[in-house]
């Protein structure tokens, strides 16, 4: 590369990286507070007094129910609230969906509060951050560090550990390799309010990338292993850097690149798309425990970014988040053996306690009522797939078909049908909503991405949701916003149907005879 034109571009960069988003006005405790005081209302003062500590609420992420529409459910019409979000109020779900915005754009939007531009000078701002987090990821084929062996490859490194403990997952390794990380900069300076924000940024991008390449390549050599646990540490090494490699010359995306890594193999762009889309739409998840932590981190100043990113995502895999994916995965394995009308106690028993992705602990999913709320999450990554699966494009194994039939009776059981806890006989039946997990679940079971890796693309897009709540933490201390976002960033209701038409065919998609079966 001409090296004016480098400079030119990382001057770029560098500039881009040090602006941040504006600050929310948004301040209805202090607004409530200073006029219960001008009114007189000691009590009300004393109670909002508790609540003075919290600033303006976030302008990063808002989901409110947005859209309304009608399925039947085995003759009963529910009326199901959808809810909808937006980064920052400037790019919503359904933009993303029939714009095919890229990864880099929601990124940019969600760090920046702006949309990315292209300037006079010909600077493409969504190529820019579309280059540092590349240039970050391929890094994985170069990098050195100390180890227990002395200054090796770290792709090396990752390979020696892949074969010694083969069963562990994409986190495990993640998590060794930043403690490493930690103990090879002992000068390191953290997460502090007294860092440059673009110096800062940098930092949380090159830490996050590195983390997504250690991660995806003991995928990909566990793929290996799989297929021939005799393969020598250099050997992983050797294949994994030669799939890097390949797909870094033919122009893909760090992002492209993972997804080959995910599925051992190169990723078809069908396959590609599915993923992306469902990666992209889980960049934030609002207040979820994950971003609370991140928060969290934040505010205390964490010692090392590493921290920041390996505590943001143990959380993420409690049972209570993402970990519901292995609580599905743990439950189809328990029931797929089972007759049929076994099957079906077993579904209906476990609805009886906690059903493995649906339901919400913060959202009205669950009522006897003719109207309930959905995540619209399931509908956007499950439909392209079986788009993919109806043309051919992705062609499915007996054991995925017979899994995914269990999943769509799951569906039909806990929401199309309902069941009647003991005791509520006389009462209608109580419907379940399906939740994010139950479409990653199933999209990854028809993918066949192995079991221990069903978080991991989350991950990937969640770790830039975690750098937009750091951002904003840095300026207004929330940890878990709790009082309404700040207005703007709430999407407004619109005459599109892009969100409730998904939501609708997968829904009667799942209301038919078994989609799987061939």
Known sequence: MNKNLEAKQVAAVQKILSEMPEASVYAPVTDALNRATE??????????????????????????????????????????????????????????????LSPAYVIFVGLFGRRPETGTDGNDEEAALTELINRKFYEIT?????????????????????????????????????TLRKLSNPDQKGITGTRDSGELLAELIDTHME?????????????QLRDNNALHPQVLAMRASDLITEHEKSGKTAFQTSYSLL?????????????????????????????????????????????FFVASQMTLDGNRHFGAIHDMTAFINQIESLDDAA????????????????????????????????????????????????????????TQRKRLSIAQRIYQLAFVEGF???????????????????????VQEGMDIHETDRTLLTYIFRGFGWMMDAREQLD?????????????????????????????????????????SG
């Open 343 to 398: 099957l079906e106690a077993a579904i209906q028993e476990r609805m009886l306690t906690a059903l493995p992705t649906f339901g919400h602990p913060e959202i009205a999913a669950a009522g006897r009522s003719d109207e309930i709320q959905q995540d619209p999450r399931p509908a956007i990554y499950f439909n392209p797939f079986l788009e993919a699966v109806d043309n051919g494009d992705i062609q499915l194994n007996d």
């Open 476 to 516: 207004m201390k929330i940890i878990r916003p709790v009082i309404p976002p700040d207005p703007d960033v709430i999407p407004k209701p619109t005459d599109d149907m892009t969100i409730p038409d998904e939501v609708v065919v997968l829904h009667n998609r799942m209301l038919s005879e078994d989609i799987f």
């Open 263 to 307: 599925l051992g193999r190169e990723a078809t762009p069908v396959e590609a798309y599915i993923l992306e889309r469902m990666g992209i739409i889980q960049t934030h998840h609002g207040s979820a425990g994950s971003n609370v932590v991140a928060r969290y981190l934040a505010t205390m100043h964490t010692g090392a970014v590493s921290d």
């Open 420 to 442: 009647i806890r003991p005791g509520r006989e006389d009462q209608p039946p109580l419907r379940l909503t399906p939740n994010t997990d139950f479409g990653g679940w199933s």
């Open 39 to 100: 009114l007189g209302e000691d009590n009300i003062v004393a109670v909002l007094n508790s609540f003075s500590s919290m600033p303006q609420s976030t302008t990063v992420f808002a989901n409110p129910a947005l859209h309304k529409t009608a399925v039947d459910c085995a003759g009963t019409q529910m009326t199901l609230n959808i809810r909808s979000f937006a980064i920052r109020g400037i790019v919503t779900e359904s933009e993303i969906i029939t714009d095919r």
């Open 211 to 223: 983390n997504v390449a250690v991660g995806t390549v003991s995928t990909y050599m566990r793929h």
């Open 142 to 178: 170069t990098a050195r560090r100390e180890s227990l062996a002395g200054n090796q490859r770290l792709i090396n490194q990752v390979a020696e550990f892949v074969k010694a403990f083969p069963e562990a997952g994409p986190e495990a390794v993640i998590q060794h390799f930043s």
